[in-house]
Nanobody, 120 residues
Framework: VQLQASGGGLVQAGGSLRLSCTAS????????VGWFRQSLGKEREFVAS?????ATTYSDSLKGRFAISRDMNTVYLQMDTLKPEDTAVYYC?????????????????WGQGTQVTVSS
C-alpha cells in the first residue's frame, strides 16, 4: 500500500487546514488509518485514527479541534483553530487492524508526510 499525504502548508494561528491521505489500493479501506505528527526534536505522536466502519479515536489534547473522516480510499484530517504548537510534519498510516487505534506499532504503511506550519 502506498500513501500520498497532501494539504499541508503555512497558516496563521486560528486558521484551518484539511489534510488528505490517499491510498494506492482499495484494500486500505478495510483497515484503520491514522494520522500522526512529529515536531522537530520530538517523538512522533498520535493525532487521530478512523476504523473501517468509521469509528474514530483522537488524541485527548486535540479532540474538538481536529476531525478525521474517510471517503473510499481517502482519509481526511480537518484541523481548525490551529495553534503554533501544531506545527509539525503530519503523517498518515495504514494499520494492520480494522479498528481505530492510537498504538503506533499497529501501523504498517506510512506516507511521506506533509508539513504544517502555523505562524503566531
Amino acid at each position: 500500500v502506498q500513501l500520498q499525504a497532501s494539504g499541508g502548508g503555512l497558516v496563521q494561528a486560528g486558521g484551518s487546514l484539511r489534510l488528505s491521505c490517499t491510498a494506492s489500493r482499495r484494500t486500505a479501506s478495510n483497515n484503520a488509518v491514522g494520522w500522526f505528527r512529529q515536531s522537530l526534536g520530538k517523538e512522533r505522536e498520535f493525532v487521530a485514527s478512523i476504523g473501517w466502519k468509521g469509528a474514530t479515536t483522537y488524541s485527548d489534547s486535540l479532540k474538538g479541534r481536529f476531525a478525521i473522516s474517510r471517503d473510499m480510499n481517502t482519509v481526511y484530517l480537518q484541523m481548525d483553530t490551529l495553534k503554533p504548537e501544531d506545527t509539525a510534519v503530519y503523517y498518515c498510516a495504514v494499520s494492520r487492524s480494522s479498528v481505530a487505534t492510537s498504538r503506533l506499532e499497529y501501523y504498517a504503511y506510512w506516507g511521506q508526510g506533509t508539513q504544517v506550519t502555523v505562524s503566531s
